[in-house]
Nanobody, 121 residues
Framework: QVHVVESGGGLVQPGGSLRLSCVASGSIFRIYALAWYRQAPGKQRELIAGITADGNSNYAHSVKGRFTISGDNAKNAVYLQMNSLKPEDTAVYYC???????????????WGQGTQVTVSS
């Protein structure tokens, strides 16, 4: 069994910063990639940043230059540093992990429960 848990959300003023954390635990043989998604009310869930185990990262255009994703392979963790936050960044942020639980198993997606980020004055 695999658990993915996010933390670090909250209320912040426009222009402020937050750092989200995500840790995967349980029956993990290998992680291929970790990513952050977000879903605003009435909108579809969107990929905003991802990082592979070998350190390759990518970002959605809407957050590039403001958000930074980083990973810690030893801790099965991924972080999202969010700077210059805008009201339109308000959403539930989800962590996604692409995990293989045994040498012979395929990679499967695992999701956290989400953490709320609200940007408002």
């Amino acid at each position: 069994q695999v658990h993915v848990v996010e933390s670090g959300g909250g209320l912040v003023q426009p222009g402020g910063s937050l750092r989200l954390s995500c840790v995967a635990s349980g029956s993990i043989f290998r992680i291929y990639a970790l990513a952050w998604y977000r879903q605003a009310p009435g909108k579809q869930r969107e990929l905003i940043a991802g990082i592979t185990a070998d350190g390759n990262s990518n970002y959605a255009h809407s957050v590039k230059g403001r958000f930074t994703i980083s990973g810690d392979n030893a801790k099965n963790a991924v972080y999202l540093q969010m700077n210059s936050l805008k009201p339109e960044d308000t959403a539930v942020y989800y962590c996604n992990a692409d995990i293989r639980v045994s040498p012979g198993s395929p990679y499967n997606d695992y999701w956290g429960q989400g953490t709320q980020v609200t940007v408002s004055s």
